[in-house]
C-alpha cells in the first residue's frame, strides 16, 4: 500500500457527457494507469457535477486506482470558471505530476485556462504520450504544421504537466465489475459566479461518431479517380458491417462529407481493420489510421508510399478490383 | 464598442515544405499570411465596429516582419496596430505568448470592451492563447464562437461544443475565439494595402515598453519545450501482392476470413 494514494500521481480529468459515445476519458485512465504503472504511481480519475457517483465508479471499473470527486449542484453545467476554480485548488492540495484531459471541445476550451492559472506547461492534441522513468518526464507528442510533423514536447521545470489528448488514441480497458478503488469527495469550496449563461443547447446535426466505433473503416483517396467509385465503398463497409471514411483531397473533391475526414485533421480511428483504396499514405492522413489492427491498401502504383505500412497491399485498379470484390462478397456475405 | 483582435503571422501551410532527412521546416519560399481564423475574428469585429462604434485595435507578438500582418490589418480598415517585439520573445510558448499579449492589452487605453482571437492557428495548432489571456486579465472567455449579437452589457454568442449548438449570453468585458462560418473575409480592396504602408503608424512595444522581465517572455519565460521533431514510426510491410484482379479479391477474402470479418467458404455451404 502507498503511503499516499493522492499526491504525486497521474490525474485524468472525467468528461462523463454523452457518456456512451465519448470514450475519451476511459481511454485515457487506461493508458495513465499504463503510465503511472511505469513510474510506480497511482492513476487518479477526477470527476466534477452535481451527482457523479455512477460515473466515479465506472472510473474504478475502467481501471482508475483512486477517483477524486466533486458533487454540487454548481457544477451541474461544464463551465470552464467553475471547473478551473475547483481543479486548481485540487491540483494545489494534492500535487499531480501529470494531469490528462481528452482534446474534447471543453477540454480545449477549459485546460488552457487551467494551465495558466497553475502557471505550467499545456501541449494540445497529443496522439502518444510516453514517460521517462529515470526523470518521471511525460513526453508528449502532438501534431504540428499541419500535421507534416510531430513534435516532442516536455514540461521540465512545471508541474503538473499538462496535455490534451486527441479522442480514439489510446484503447481503454475492459469494464471489471470486481474492480477496487476509493472514492474520496474533497472539500470543493466557493465558486466563483457563472460569467457564461447557457441560453439555448441542441445537438449538431450532423455529428456522427460512428466511424470512430467501426470495427471495419474503408477509406477511400482521391486515387479512386471519381465520385461513383468512391460511393462503392459504402458498399463494400455495409457488407463487412463497417463504416466509410475519406482523406482530405477525397474531402475536398467533394466525394465525402468533412465528417468523414480521416487523419491529424479529422478523426482517428483503431478499427480491427482498414482498408484504404486509392490513398498514397500521405502523413496527415496515417497518423489518423495507424492504430488499426491490420491495413488493407489497394493501389494502382506499386511504389504508392502506404503500402509500406499495410499488412496486405494489392497493387491493382480499384476500376476492376472494388467491383469483382463487391461480387464475391455479395454472393459470400 | 472598443475591440482589440489578437493575430499571429503563419506560415502558409500548402508553401510549407520539409526536409524529412533533417525533420526540419525548409523556410525558404514558405510565404507569411494571417492567420485565417484570426483574419475572420478582424472581419467581425470591423463588423461590429460598423454597428456598435468604437475602436479596432490589432496587436501581434511575433519578429519585425511580423509588421507586415497588422498593415494588411490596417488596410482592411483597423484604427490602430501594435507590433509587440523583442529579440527576447523569441522560443515563446503559449504561456509566455499570452503573458505578453495579456501585458500589451492592459496598457492599451482604454482597456478594451471585447478581445477577438482566432480559435486556432495553422503552424501550432494549440488553441490556447486566448483562453490563457482571458485568465490572465480575468475575463470571461468563450472559443469557438461563429455567431455574435450585441445586447447591452452583454454579448449573444453562438458556438458549436462537442456535437451541441450553444447560444451563451456572456457579460463584457469578455475574451472570444472566433472559428469559421463568422463572416466572410473579404477582398482587400486596390490600393489599401499600400495606402496602409505609407499613412498608418504601427506603434512598437518592445520588453522594457511592456514592463517584463526576460525570464517572464520568450524561451525563458515557457513552461514547455519542444525535445525533437519527427515523423510516426514506420508499420512494420507486409506482402504486397500483384497480379490479375481476381488474384487480388481472392487474397483479400481469405486475409478476411482470416481475421474472421468473414466466415470461411466451406463452413457456409
Redesign the interface.
Known amino acids: 500500500m502507498k503511503k499516499n494514494r493522492l499526491s504525486d500521481s497521474i490525474w485524468v480529468f472525467g468528461d462523463y457527457r454523452n457518456y456512451f459515445q465519448n470514450r475519451v476519458t476511459l481511454q485515457l485512465i487506461a493508458k495513465g494507469k499504463e503510465l503511472a504503472k511505469e513510474l510506480d504511481k497511482q492513476l487518479i480519475a477526477v470527476v466534477l457535477g452535481d451527482q457523479v457517483h455512477q460515473y466515479a465508479m465506472e472510473y474504478v471499473a475502467h481501471g482508475a486506482d483512486v477517483v477524486v470527486a466533486g458533487e454540487d449542484p454548481g457544477l451541474m453545467e461544464y463551465q470552464v470558471d467553475t471547473y478551473t476554480a475547483v481543479l486548481a485548488r485540487w491540483v494545489e492540495a494534492f500535487k499531480p505530476q501529470i494531469l490528462l484531459a481528452g482534446a474534447t471541445s471543453f477540454g480545449r476550451e477549459f485546460f488552457p485556462r487551467l494551465a495558466k492559472r497553475l502557471h505550467t506547461g499545456l501541449s494540445a492534441d497529443c496522439v502518444a504520450l510516453d514517460v521517462e522513468k529515470d526523470t518521471g518526464l511525460l513526453v508528449q507528442t502532438t501534431p504540428s504544421f499541419g500535421g507534416e510533423l510531430l513534435a516532442e514536447v516536455v514540461t521540465p521545470d512545471h508541474k503538473p504537466q499538462m496535455a490534451t489528448v486527441h479522442p480514439g488514441i489510446f484503447r481503454e480497458l475492459p469494464h471489471d465489475p470486481d474492480a477496487f478503488g476509493c472514492i474520496i469527495y474533497p472539500e470543493i469550496g466557493p465558486l466563483p459566479e457563472i460569467r457564461v449563461k447557457r441560453m439555448r443547447t441542441r445537438p449538431q446535426q450532423t455529428h456522427d461518431i460512428r466511424l470512430e466505433d467501426a470495427a471495419v473503416v474503408v477509406a477511400g483517396g482521391i486515387g479512386l479517380g471519381s465520385k461513383e467509385l468512391f460511393g462503392m465503398l459504402s458498399e463494400l463497409a455495409d457488407l463487412l458491417g463497417g463504416d466509410v471514411g475519406a482523406t482530405r483531397p477525397a474531402v475536398y473533391a467533394g466525394w465525402a462529407e468533412e465528417e468523414r475526414l480521416l487523419g491529424q485533421t479529422g478523426k482517428n480511428v483503431r478499427p480491427k481493420l482498414l482498408i484504404s483504396v486509392g490513398t498514397s499514405g500521405a502523413l496527415q492522413y496515417t497518423t489518423g489510421i495507424q492504430g488499426a489492427e491490420t491495413i488493407i491498401a489497394i493501389n494502382r502504383d506499386p511504389n504508392a508510399p502506404f503500402f509500406k505500412i499495410a499488412d496486405l497491399g494489392l497493387v491493382g485498379d480499384a476500376v476492376t478490383v472494388l467491383p469483382l470484390l463487391l461480387d464475391a462478397l455479395r454472393k459470400r456475405v | 464598442m472598443e475591440i482589440v483582435v489578437c493575430i499571429k503571422q503563419v ?1 502558409d ?1 500548402p508553401t ?1 515544405r ?1 526536409d524529412r532527412e533533417r ?1 526540419t ?1 525548409i523556410r525558404e519560399g514558405v510565404e507569411s499570411v494571417i492567420n485565417p481564423l484570426d483574419y475572420i475574428a478582424l472581419e467581425a469585429a470591423l463588423e461590429l465596429r460598423q454597428k456598435a462604434g468604437g475602436h479596432v485595435c490589432i496587436i501581434t507578438m511575433g519578429p519585425v516582419q511580423s509588421e507586415v500582418a497588422l498593415r494588411e490589418a490596417l488596410a482592411v480598415g483597423a484604427d490602430q496596430a501594435i507590433l509587440l517585439t523583442d529579440p527576447d520573445f523569441a522560443g515563446a ?3 509566455a505568448t ?1 503573458h505578453v499579449l495579456a501585458r500589451a492589452i492592459q496598457k492599451i487605453e482604454p482597456f478594451p470592451d471585447l478581445i477577438l482571437c482566432g480559435m486556432q492557428t ?11 489571456i ?3 486579465l480575468g475575463l ?5 464562437v461563429n455567431e455574435i449579437h450585441r445586447e447591452g452589457k452583454f454579448l ?1 454568442v453562438k458556438r ?12 463584457l468585458p ?1 475574451l472570444l475565439t472566433v472559428t469559421k462560418g463568422l463572416c466572410p473575409v473579404r477582398d482587400l480592396p486596390l490600393g489599401a494595402l499600400e495606402a496602409a504602408f505609407s499613412t498608418k503608424d504601427v506603434l512598437e512595444w518592445n520588453m522594457t515598453d511592456l514592463d517584463l522581465k526576460k525570464e517572464e517572455v520568450g524561451f525563458a519565460g ?11 514510426p ?2 512494420g ?7 490479375p ?2 488474384v ?2 481472392g ?3 481469405r ?2 476470413e482470416a ?1 474472421s ?3 470461411e ?1 466451406d463452413e ?1 455451404k
Open positions: 506560415p501551410v510549407v520539409m525533420m521546416i510558448d503559449t504561456l499570452s495553422t503552424d501550432s495548432d494549440t488553441g490556447h492563447v486566448g483562453p490563457q482571458a485568465e490572465e470571461p472567455q468563450v472559443c469557438g449573444v458549436l461544443s462537442d456535437g451541441f449548438v450553444d447560444t451563451v449570453k456572456v457579460t469578455t515557457s513552461a514547455t519545450q519542444v525535445r525533437r521533431l519527427r515523423t510516426p514506420p508499420r510491410s507486409g506482402d504486397i501482392i500483384e497480379g484482379p481476381d487480388l479479391v487474397h483479400l477474402l486475409r478476411l481475421l470479418i468473414l466466415d467458404e457456409k
